[in-house]
């Protein structure tokens, strides 16, 4: 992309842009909640939508002048809808933090309690962690995983646990873990204590919409969270759906009970939480909704799992040893102080060297801090939109692994430029439509 303007005017400003579209150029993104947008997204994030306030919903807005909003926000709500499988959407959080906070509001009253993963067992901030405003107005309590070496949720403690603390809503979602949840256990357990079913699908919207992992509406829930910026490969936001689908009743109060909680929703999102939607960003997210539903986007959400599995293969094949021993997903939590004698930040930074991004990560109970913490997480979100395949993902484990094994200038060196290389032959691709 140019930035004539940028360049003329704040030459500043220009060479650091300049300088992140060559580090996303010639290195390899391995974070698992990054991804490259196509030319499309990117344009409409620049458009002149941004210039316009558009408080409210289509149809029912606070200022004048809503013709076009309205009609960017109803074909975004309706292609998110097809995509999920959902009677209703909110495309208006700004992130997903926002859209967590939304229907926490939107689903409890102050004081009410949450179930939800154990943060170091893969949940999120926003799953209420001590640090987040949101943890002193909800109650949270917590499910672990039974073993962490397959990463099998302890099924029978969540029930035990739901039972005991009555919670208003049940949280299945993680940012950090590896495996597919069951779905339909969550749920049932939601049914049985009366509580909400909620997922947080940031970091898998893109293989739900792919058909690569099952979708939670599928199985019961009531509402779905997720970022649009991750596996979905849209521009950074947020956006909330809604399931009348649950099988709680009959059809009809199914029905019903969805429209109360997407009408709840809403006024959480705005005017709950949020002023002003971001239009060129729900533009953008139209557009990457359309993108998703593509059928080369099913070829996508297969590969990025295959690929996942081939770094896999290359860590076990070196005894590294992998958080719930591999992954069914896009991303790997691999253990590399306990399997490699490096923490988690040195190895981070030495393979930030080699020009392969990827993050310092917390392993189930760490005893080592968060900011150096005992493990890495890597994904194949970003370098699947490249057009890497199972051979790639194969020979950049294998660079990894070289890295953090022998950590000398001359080999980081030479990976550098293997990865060049490799960067070289599979550009970001302008579009996918
Ligand atoms: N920061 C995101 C991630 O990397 O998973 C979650 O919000």
Known sequence: MNYPHIQHEDSEI????????????????????ENYVSQAVREAMA??????????????RYYGGQEFTDQVERIAIERAKHLFGASHANVQPLGGANANIAAYMALMEPGDTVLGMDLSHGGHLTHGHPVTYISK?????????KDVETGEIDYDALRETALKEKPKVILAGFSAYPRELEWQKIADIAKEVGAYAMADVAHIAGLIAGGSQKNPFDYGFDV?????HKTLRGPRGGMILVNEKTGRGMAAEDAERAETIAKKIDKAVFPGLQGGPHMHQIAAKAIAFREALQPSFKTYAKQVVENAAAMAEVFKAHNVRMLTGGTSNHLILADVFGSLEISGNDAETLLDRAGITLNKNSIADDTRKPMDPSGIRFGTPAMTTRGLGTKESKEIAEIMIEVLQKRDDATVTAAKEKVRLIAEAHPVPESFA
């Open 137 to 145: 107005i909800f109650n949270f309590v917590r499910y672990k995983m």
């Open 14 to 33: 220009y060479d650091a842009i300049e300088g992140e579209e060559k580090r996303q150029r010639e290195g390899l993104e391995l974070i698992p909640s």
């Open 224 to 228: 779905m969270t997720t970022t649009t």
């Open 47 to 60: 458009s002149a939508l941004t210039n316009k306030y558009s408080e409210g919903y289509p149809g029912k």
